[in-house]
């Protein structure tokens, strides 16, 4: 099973809204990501964790907050975002060791009105 | 500082045709190398993933190949379909910043025509 499992597919959220968008992978992978993708540009990485911790935070703002709950689960809390924050979000996985092959998910398309 | 480049940005060829997609990398220092098909709206599928140590990968019409120093990969398809038609995404695992994440491409937005 290679599958990285994101939900919701599809959210529309106001500029006031609290929401969260939920990951998840039974790979045992160490490693899992979120990444940042706008329309016909390549995905961009907002968080690492490795082993549960996050390890690379790449300076997103903190209306953005990631969370880590076990090792298969991988959430992005959302606040008071804005519109330009609307793109499509990618999870991804890996095994965590540099070598390994990096699994994404389907992605949130988010819609910030 | 990594960057990649992917080259060409779009590509149009006509069903049966065989094509190559460029990659490169300004630091050989990398430690796998991984090819990505993404479809409009959709997330990114894993095609094939080349370790440092490794020269290519195969997986039934793709070939990848991988120079590291030249800082240079290529994706093989052959005898395109119009079933192919995606974006491809090259990115590379590593480099100098130690950091364990994967930097991507441009891309190459591929239409195969039937």
């Known amino acids: 099973d290679t599958e990285v499992t994101q939900t919701p597919k599809h959210l529309v959220m106001g500029m006031t809204n609290k929401k969260s968008l939920k990951c998840e992978q039974h790979m045992g992978h160490r490693a899992m990501y979120w990444y940042k993708q706008k329309a016909k540009k390549p995905p961009e990485l907002m968080f690492v964790y490795s082993y549960e911790k996050l390890s690379i935070n790449e300076s997103v703002p903190s209306r953005f907050s990631p969370e880590c709950p076990n090792s298969s689960l991988l959430n992005l809390h959302l606040h008071a975002l804005q519109p330009e924050d609307s793109a499509l979000y990618l999870c991804?996985?890996?095994?965590?060791?540099?070598?390994?092959?990096?699994?994404f998910g389907q992605g949130t398309r988010l819609t910030v009105v | 500082k990594q960057e990649v480049t992917q080259i060409p940005a779009a590509l149009s060829v006509p069903e049966g045709e065989n094509l190559v997609l460029n990659c490169s990398f300004t630091d050989s220092a990398i430690y796998n190398l991984q090819w990505f098909r993404q479809d409009p709206g959709k997330g990114l599928t894993s095609l094939l993933l080349i370790q440092s140590s490794q020269r290519e990968q195969t997986s039934g019409r793709l070939n990848a190949s991988l120079d590291k120093s030249s800082g240079r990969s290529t994706l093989y398809i052959a005898a395109s379909q119009p079933g192919d038609s995606a974006t491809y995404l090259c990115?590379?695992?590593?480099?100098?910043?130690?950091?364990?994440?994967?930097?991507f491409g441009q891309g190459t937005t591929l239409q195969v025509k039937p």
């Open positions: 991804a996985s890996s095994g965590g060791r540099r070598n390994t092959e990096a699994f």
């Open positions: 990115a590379v695992h590593g480099g100098s910043s130690n950091t364990g994440k994967l930097i």
